[in-house]
């Protein structure tokens, strides 16, 4: 719909409505994955397969397709197969059916699970550690883009130290997220973690006002 708006107001009421969705689905999607996987993998899985990874995709688009409605149009067919994805091969969180009390899907469900190793294998690695590191890395592109825009730069250096910036606040963020989903019981952990990302939200778009 972005793409086919006539005009800016069209395209605003557009975007209003694509963001409002994006964050209902980043906080489906993070539930959902959070009850499919076993404790040990939710680091390795979910910090690094993350929101980041997406504005670097949609970095790319952008830049091949320069032309906004064209990016638009781009955008929504790389966002095509992780959509059909969910609708038809992706099997029903076993936390949720078990908290529904329907335990033969359950135990259905429970073969369909991928397993992976990587936090088995590095006793290391833990929320701590990432929530740590990315917030050192995030302060460090920080202080990098205030020496760069001090000195009048303009090259394409501020875009990929942006781009790395993003990615390791996501990193941050998504190991506040696996806390918060812990903490959780099932049957509220969906509203409780959408009511959050609102409040940040709000938060973000008021900051500029705040001088």
């Known amino acids: 719909i972005s793409g086919l708006a006539p005009n800016w107001k ?20 993070c539930t959902y994955v959070m009850e499919m996987l076993l404790p040990e993998q939710r680091m390795a899985l979910r910090a ?3 929101w ?21 149009f781009g955008n929504a067919i790389a966002a095509l197969p992780a959509l059909l994805i969910v609708l038809f091969i992706f099997p029903e969180s076993p936390t949720w ?22 936090d088995t294998l590095n006793k290391a690695f833990n929320r701590r550690k990432l929530h740590q590191y990315a917030q050192g890395a995030v302060c460090i592109c920080f202080l990098t883009l205030t020496l760069l825009v001090s000195l009048h730069y303009q090259g394409v250096a501020i875009l ?7 990615v390791f606040i996501e990193y941050t ?12 019981p099932t049957t509220m952990r969906a509203s409780s973690l959408g009511s959050c990302s609102l409040i940040a939200r709000i938060g973000a778009l008021l900051s500029p006002t705040v001088s």
Not at 52 to 66: F, K, Q
Request: with cysteine.
């Open 52 to 72: 980041g990874v997406a504005r670097l995709m949609l970095t790319v688009i952008c830049y091949l397709l320069p032309e906004w409605r064209i990016a638009s």
């Open 160 to 166: 990929v130290i942006n781009l790395i910036g993003t």
């Open 97 to 118: 059916l078990h908290s529904k009390v329907r335990v033969f899907n359950t135990q259905t469900q429970l073969f369909q699970v991928l397993l992976v190793i990587y």
């Open 173 to 184: 963020w998504d190991a506040c997220y696996l806390c918060a989903v812990e903490s959780m």
């Open 10 to 29: 069209i395209l605003l009421l557009s975007r209003f409505f694509v963001g409002l969705s994006i964050g209902g689905t980043i906080v489906g999607v």
């Open 48 to 50: 690094f397969f993350n």
